[in-house]
T-cell receptor
Framework: KQEVTQIPAALSVPEGENLVLNCSFTDSAIYNLQWFRQDPGKGLTSLLLIQSSQREQTSGRLNASLDKSSGRSTLYIAASQPGDSATYLCAADTGRRALTFGSGTRLQVQP | DARVTQTPRDKVTEMGQEVTMRCQPILGHNTVFWYRQTMMQGLELLAYFRNRAPLDDSGMPKDRFSAEMPDATLATLKIQPSEPRDSAVYFC??????????????FGQGTRLTVV
């Protein structure tokens, strides 16, 4: 059974800092990995999807990498802004097309 | 602006009452998922459908939960009878699954259920 872990559970950084959020998964036979953002009381917004054949994906200030052999993915946020404050969730698809989620990293960017 | 629509956004009900949550997936998506989010358990998969057929509902308590897709534009999740432990945010998501290629899941805003 796939298990997804996210570290740290919470992170507070000053505005402008570059930061890395970590995600690990136990079953390396993943089909793809998806990163989401969730604002308080809101739904999930898809940020990036990395296919199993890819090493990384980029969107604006966000870059997500995937290392299947080590069971890890990272989300890199460059030049963080207060508007980036949210909970970030990673989720793995092991081929059945449904996602197994980590518990999330709650990010606070201080102005 | 294609998006997944869920109703109601909030629901407060008394224990023992029936609750029905509705979801309109993105037009053209062939897969619909139901997830539940709680502080203790995080996001858990309850059930999902492909082309309106149930593929997996192993995450649902069978005695009180049921999920259906009456047509391609509507998915429902029912709880009967509801219990306080069912209090959570229920999310619907949809995606387009093709034989070759990943499935990106798009989530609705959720239904916040409180059972008192």
């Amino acid at each position: 059974k796939q298990e997804v872990t996210q570290i740290p559970a919470a992170l507070s950084v000053p505005e402008g800092e570059n930061l890395v959020l970590n995600c690990s998964f136990t079953d390396s036979a993943i089909y793809n990995l998806q990163w989401f953002r969730q604002d308080p009381g809101k739904g999930l917004t898809s940020l990036l999807l990395i296919q199993s054949s890819q090493r990384e994906q980029t969107s604006g200030r966000l870059n997500a990498s995937l290392d299947k052999s080590s069971g890890r993915s990272t989300l890199y946020i460059a030049a963080s802004q207060p508007g980036d404050s949210a909970t970030y969730l990673c989720a793995a698809d092991t081929g059945r097309r449904a996602l197994t989620f980590g518990s999330g990293t709650r990010l606070q960017v201080q102005p | 602006d294609a998006r997944v629509t869920q109703t109601p956004r909030d629901k407060v009900t008394e224990m023992g009452q029936e609750v029905t949550m509705r979801c309109q997936p993105i037009l053209g998506h062939n897969t619909v998922f139901w997830y539940r989010q709680t502080m203790m358990q995080g996001l858990e998969l309850l059930a999902y459908f492909r082309n309106r057929a149930p593929l997996d509902d192993s995450g649902m308590p069978k005695d009180r939960f049921s999920a259906e897709m009456p047509d391609a534009t509507l998915a429902t999740l029912k709880i009967q009878p509801s219990e306080p432990r069912d209090s959570a945010v229920y999310f619907c998501a949809s995606g387009l699954v093709v034989a070759s290629g990943p499935t990106e899941a798009f989530f609705g805003q959720g239904t916040r259920l409180t059972v008192v």
